[in-house]
């Protein structure tokens, strides 16, 4: 469910039409729903409420700082995986004791600015990793709680690109290795070992790899407690898939996850994390744009928008589908005609669907890709010189630009040319 319907003929955001924001932002624009982004929050606080928990929103599927303050205003922790990251969660407001630190490749910097700042933990992800923060936090007179990342070898049945919990995956260790490890963990200084974490990937719509992964980490639960180790905490990750087809089934809703984690891991006594982005902020969020052509060419119609590859580039990275519907809603009995949407980004890939019917839309008309509210301005660039996308947030009847669109001089203002040039 989103906050993105048609009233009166024209498609809102919760109570603002469309077309007020495409007059006062210009387009393409990225535009978010406070009103999804809470609901969707709250849902995994209540599949969870049966035991202590932690939903740490994904940062890395939607970094506004706006939107991380509204989220952290309603008790989200932070899942980081960047010092980037990590500052925007606390310039959000988010404390450093809701802050979980993940990712492969951690810098000693980025290590640096979280013990200093406060962490909640450190996901840690491979022996170096293990053996540098030791050293690191001894220097600084720290001792860091850390869960160490165990790959289960899983497979999350979801896009290859997006698979993290198989044997061949670059992240965390193999849980066949977790007990040396462990043992490892807990002989450095400056450590204390508090959990375990697992990450089986992203866009899942299938909740029996959970279920594998889960029942593999309560059994090393057990083991590590036998061993020795204080395992308070699991952290499951995320990956809850989203709808973005509206006429496919549902995938699974937090209620039927959060019941897959009682069943498998809810007799361990461990207090909860968990990590969505997806899930809370892709139907949150829709990119709107205008039409610049109806282009007739050689047995197909391109349909080319002012929106590009730059812009939202899950279609040509993933190949993913994102809903394209007109602003202006149909009159009944409208016949909707097959066309390509395609940017003006010079790449045959800046193809966004491909004989997707649409009713007969022209110049000037405005469309909105929907679910575009994770990874989509994240993941923008400045490709072919093309100014960011803006973002806008919307409560109730209420809407404000929460980043900017850079004008061509400020983008340019930013390189600079040696004097011996």
Not at 100 to 108: D, E, L, N
Not at 136 to 150: D, H, K, Y
Request: with cysteine.
């Amino acid at each position: 469910m989103d906050h993105f319907n048609y009233s009166g003929g024209v498609l809102h955001a919760e109570d603002v039409a469309l077309p007020e924001i495409a007059r006062a932002v210009g387009t393409p624009v990225y535009v978010y729903s406070s009103a999804t982004l809470t609901r969707h929050f709250n849902l995994f606080r209540q599949a969870l409420a049966w035991t202590d928990h932690l939903v740490c929103f994904a940062v890395k599927a939607n970094s506004n700082l706006a939107v991380l303050k509204l989220l952290g205003s309603l008790g989200a922790g932070m899942d980081v995986v960047s010092g980037g990251e990590y500052a925007r969660a606390l310039a959000a407001g988010v404390p450093g004791e809701r802050i979980v630190f993940s990712g492969v490749g951690k810098t000693r910097d980025e290590m640096a600015r979280a013990i200093s700042g406060g962490i909640r933990q450190f996901n840690v992800e491979s022996e170096p990793e293990l053996l540098a923060l030791s050293s690191l936090a001894q220097e600084m007179g720290a001792e860091v709680p850390i869960a160490v990342r165990v790959n289960p070898d899983v497979d999350a049945r979801t896009h290859a690109k997006i698979a993290t919990g198989k044997s061949e995956n670059k992240f965390g260790i193999p849980i066949s290795r977790a007990r040396e490890v462990y043992r490892l963990a807990a002989s450095l200084p400056g450590l204390r070992v508090v959990g375990i974490d697992m990450h089986i990937g992203s866009q899942l719509t299938d909740l029996d790899p959970y279920r594998q992964a889960y029942r593999k980490m309560a059994e090393l639960c057990r083991v590590l407690r036998a061993d020795g180790h204080a395992i308070t905490r699991l952290d499951l990750g995320g990956g809850l898939g989203i709808p973005y087809r509206r006429d496919n089934a549902a995938p699974p809703l937090p209620l039927e996850y959060g019941e897959v984690v009682r069943e498998t891991v809810g007799d361990l006594g461990c207090e909860i994390e968990i990590e969505p982005g997806r899930n809370i902020a892709g139907n949150a969020g829709i990119l709107l744009a205008s039409v610049i052509f109806l282009k007739q060419g050689e047995g197909r119609d391109f349909l080319i928008v002012d929106a590009a590859m730059n812009d939202l580039i899950r279609p040509a990275m993933y190949d993913a589908h994102h809903d394209i519907v007109p602003v202006v809603e149909p009159a009944p009995g409208t016949d909707p005609h097959p066309v390509d949407v395609v940017g003006p980004v010079c790449e045959t890939g800046d193809t966004f669907a491909r004989a997707v019917p649409l009713p007969l839309v022209g110049a000037g008309d405005l469309v909105a890709f929907r679910s575009a509210g994770a990874y989509g301005a994240v993941m923008a660039s400045e490709y072919n010189s093309r100014p960011l996308v803006p973002e806008v947030l919307v409560s109730g009847d209420r809407f404000a630009v929460i980043r900017p669109r850079p004008s061509i001089d400020e983008m340019l203002s930013r390189d600079r040319i040696p004097d011996w040039l």
